[in-house]
């Protein structure tokens, strides 16, 4: 089995900096593409950032230039930096990642973590 669990969500203040983690698990072959989604009550989940095995980033609009995604490849972790935080972000934030098995080197799948809360106060 393969999972990812997410962690690092919270209540902030308006400005502050959040660091959230995603850390995949399991009979794990390859990792390729891996990103964190949020969705807030009452919309649509929509994407945030994705960063491919290599490094190369893409942001969603509304967070350039506040936002870094990492990964580190030997702890099949991915880290999303999330600063000056508004009260618009607050979501909860999934990961998911694109992962090929042991018993399924071949067939790469998606999976989803549980989701992390991020609340920020005004």
């Known amino acids: 089995q393969v999972q990812l669990v997410e962690s690092g969500g919270g209540l902030v203040q308006a400005g502050d900096s959040l660091r959230l983690s995603c850390a995949a698990s399991?009979?794990?072959?390859?990792?390729?593409?891996m990103g964190w989604y949020r969705q807030a009550p009452g919309k649509e989940r929509e994407l945030v950032a994705t960063?491919?095995?290599?490094?190369?980033?893409n942001f969603a609009d509304f967070v350039k230039g506040r936002l870094t995604i990492t990964r580190d490849n030997t702890k099949n972790t991915v880290y999303l930096q999330i600063d000056s935080l508004k009260p618009e972000d607050t979501a909860v934030y999934f990961c998911?990642?694109?992962?090929?098995?042991?018993?399924?080197?071949?067939?790469?799948?998606?999976?989803w973590g549980q989701g992390t809360q991020v609340t920020v106060s005004s």
């Open positions: 998911n990642a694109e992962i090929a098995s042991i018993t399924s080197p071949g067939g790469a799948r998606v999976y």
């Open positions: 960063i491919t095995h290599s490094g190369s980033a």
């Open positions: 399991g009979r794990i072959f390859s990792i390729n593409n």
